[in-house]
Each structure stands twice: as C-alpha cells, then as structure tokens.
C-alpha cells in the first residue's frame, strides 16, 4: 500500500489505523511516501511509524502525485501495488482481500473501489469518460445501499477507469505504461490516463461495490476549484481532451442513450449518440502525441 502525504498527521494516523488489518490479512506491507511535511506533529508521527513496520521515504519538493507515486513504486520490489489517499479510511477488514481476488484474472489490469462521502453519500462508483467532455465518477448523487442504474452498486463490472484514491494493480503493468504522467497530469486526471493506457494494452478495469472505503477526497491539498489551482486544472484538463479526445466521446461501458451532463447515470441523451453492437470491446485506440 502507497499512501503519499504532506502534513495533517490526523489524516494519515486514521487511515493507517483503519487499512492496517487489511494488511496484516493479506500480508502487504504499508509504505508512506512523505512529501515535504513541515507540522512537528507529522514529522514526530511519522518517525514513529517504523515501530508498527511501516517504512517511509520522502520525496521533496511541490506537490506532484504523479511522481511521488511513480518514486515510490521505484522503491518497493513487490507484485502488486494499492496507491491510497491518506484521507481512505476502510470500513471493514475484507476489502483488500476482495480488490486482489478480482485482480487475480490475468486479463485485468486494475481494481478500484467503492467510496463514500462520511454522509455515506457515493463518492466513486467507477468512472464515465465523455461527461462533459471530461471524466466523471458514477453514482455520486446516490446513498450507500442505492443499487445505482442497472444494479452497478451490487455488482462488480468492468469500466473505463477507477480513481487512484484507492487502485490496485500490478507493478509489472504500472511498469509496462510507464506509470503516471508526472509531466501532463501532475495533480489531476493521472489516474485515468493510468487506466486508459493499461486499457490500451487490452487489460480490463475493474470496479467492485465489494471493496467499500470511506474518502473525505482533496481533505490534504484542496479542492481543484480554489482559485490558485483553477488555471493548473484547466492546462490538465485539455490535455486530457487533446490526448483521448476520441476516447472520451466514446465510453463502451456507458449507453449512448444516457446523457453526458456531469451526473452520470441521471439523464437520458436527446437526441441519442449513434449506436454501435460491441460484442467484443476492443482495446483503447493509441492516443496521437501531443505537444506539451
């Protein structure tokens, strides 16, 4: 497990407490990436971890998810890897145990998770590509226990992608795409651009209702609708656009018969995009090289 942080030792001590007998369960180590943590409450916590067998490495320097995930999967010799946010906290002790059985098909390339807002309001049901011209998480406008458009919130089911707030995957295929795109999409949509390029190699994204944690989302560096993070998120989000544009109009786990608004699942397209039979889904199209 690759929890990255910075400051706010409340986050990160809650969440290791809750994810630790997942751990233990399935035997997985617990490695903190910190970056560039200043709070002496942090810092003392953090010196403290190796008494629990937790390691830590730190990776200097402005915020960058991407690379700080891609220093940390440098430094651990394992064959799976579960990035988390520092603000996860599990609910129970099964969910890792569930994220590797469904793993363990050879043809899936990576395993997300069902997430909620403490409200138990769902904050990630898997992803839809093209809302909006963008990526939106499904099922945020339900409650826990909702069964969500055609029972997606019971099942287990393939989509375009899952949130790197919690995604397992193998280290052999993180290798294989070259990790997370440190350079187009530091902060944000590195996650998706993650699995659309596993996708590209003919590996399934998998989302599994089975797997249920609790996520406060951005609790540690902010929403990106602040005003000093607009511009950063609007560069990253046409990149996202100029990369998988074609990708993102044509979603094959989302009916042309639904809208495209920025609330998956809530609407009906009027009128319909074209329908096209998808007997066997094919792999992503390559995406065109873009200038940066």
């Not at 403490?118 to 909702?146: E, I, K, Y």
């Amino acid at each position: 497990m690759i929890i990255p942080t910075r400051n706010r030792a409340e986050l990160l001590k809650r969440c290791i407490e809750t994810v630790m007998p997942a751990a233990n369960e399935t035997n997985a180590r617990i490695l903190v990436v910190d970056n560039s943590s200043t709070e002496p409450e942090t810092l003392d916590y953090l010196d403290g971890l190796s008494a629990q067998e937790i390691d830590v490495i730190s990776v200097e320097g402005p915020f960058n998810f991407a690379s700080i995930n891609n220093a940390a999967v440098a430094c651990v010799d394992t064959e799976n890897i579960c990035f988390l946010n520092n603000d996860v906290e599990a609910l129970d002790d099964s969910w890792l145990a569930e994220m590797l059985w469904r793993l363990a098909a050879p043809d899936v390339g990576a395993v997300g998770a069902k997430l909620l807002w403490p409200s138990s309001v769902v904050q990630h049901g898997g992803v839809v590509l093209g809302a909006n011209f963008s990526a939106a998480h499904a099922f945020n406008d339900r409650m826990d226990g909702d069964p969500g458009y055609g029972d997606l919130l019971q099942v287990a089911h393939e989509c375009s992608a899952v949130t790197g707030a919690c995604l397992l995957m193998r280290k052999r295929d993180f290798v294989a795409v070259g990790g997370m795109d440190e350079i187009r999409f530091p902060i944000s949509f590195n996650d998706i651009d993650l699995c659309l390029k596993l996708r590209q190699l003919g590996k399934r994204i998998v989302f599994t209702p089975d797997a249920k944690l609790v996520h406060l989302e951005s609790a540690s560096r902010g929403r990106d609708s602040a005003p000093d993070r607009r511009a950063r998120f609007r560069r990253e989000l046409s990149i996202l656009r100029a990369k998988w544009g074609e990708v993102l109009l044509d979603d094959p786990y989302y009916s042309p018969l639904l809208g495209l608004d920025s609330t998956p699942f809530s609407s009906l397209a009027w009128p319909p995009r074209s329908w096209k039979p998808r007997a066997n889904l094919p792999p992503v199209p390559t995406a065109p090289p873009i200038g940066l």
